[in-house]
T-cell receptor, first 119, second 113 residues
């Protein structure tokens, strides 16, 4: 299967620790997105990359959060000094945007998510 | 700003019943509209989409029509099945932020045999 994969699927950590999540997108996709989803809510946009460039960051992405996509393939999302409010499902998605952009029609393919619990 | 409001769930139906899940949106300009579905234990997946006013998206017996005058994109299915049990998310994308989606809170649908 060549879908979006995320690792780890579950992470339990103590407050103040650092955690890192990895996302491997579909191989030919040039865009990669991170979303966060808390219980009973829809996913909220965090950031996205086109190839290795990080093009947009949400105000939800505080200074404790950093995302990278060093070679335009996989991406990591690191949370430093975790807080209980960081407990959520972190979703990764990828899409392919052709050379000539078109309005908002690129389908996003989501991974199953990485669930973070901060104790 | 950009936002999506979905009817609150959970929604519980018997098999073969008619389904409507309401979705309204707020956005400047002309967004694209989507319904995503999340089956138990799986990732979100696109169910259908519409990119301009009066377009109808359809897939797997589900339909939704982009209504600019009422800023709505209600999801409908004439006869639901047990396998349709899932969480349904309405979402919009602005043309200037291609691929960035604004999601509603989701509606849990349970279909009983």
């Amino acid at each position: 299967d060549t879908g979006v994969s995320q690792d780890p699927r579950h992470k339990i950590t103590k407050r103040g620790q650092n955690v890192t999540f990895r996302c491997d997108p579909i191989s030919e996709h040039n865009r990669l997105y991170w979303y966060r989803q808390t219980l009973g809510q829809g996913p909220e946009f965090l950031t996205y990359f086109q190839n290795e460039a990080q093009l947009e960051k949400s105000r939800l992405l505080s200074d404790r959060f950093s995302a990278e996509r060093p070679k335009g393939s996989f991406s990591t999302l690191e949370i430093q000094r975790t807080e209980q409010g960081d407990s959520a499902m972190y979703l990764c998605a990828s899409s392919f945007l052709p050379g000539q952009a078109f309005r908002g029609t690129g389908e996003l393919f989501f991974g199953e998510g990485s669930r973070l619990t901060v104790l | 700003g950009n936002s999506v409001t979905q009817m609150e769930g959970p929604v519980t139906l018997s098999e073969e019943a008619f389904l409507t899940i309401n979705c309204t949106y707020t956005a400047t300009g002309y967004p694209s509209l989507f319904w995503y579905v999340q089956y138990p234990g799986e990732g979100l997946q696109l169910l259908l989409k519409a990119t301009k006013a009066d377009d109808k998206g359809s897939n797997k017996g589900f339909e939704a029509t982009y209504r600019k005058e009422t800023t709505s994109f209600h999801l409908e299915k004439g006869s639901v099945q047990v396998s349709d049990s899932a969480v349904y998310f309405c979402a919009l994308s602005r043309g200037s932020t291609l691929g960035r989606l604004y999601f509603g809170r989701g509606t849990q649908l349970t279909v009983w045999p």
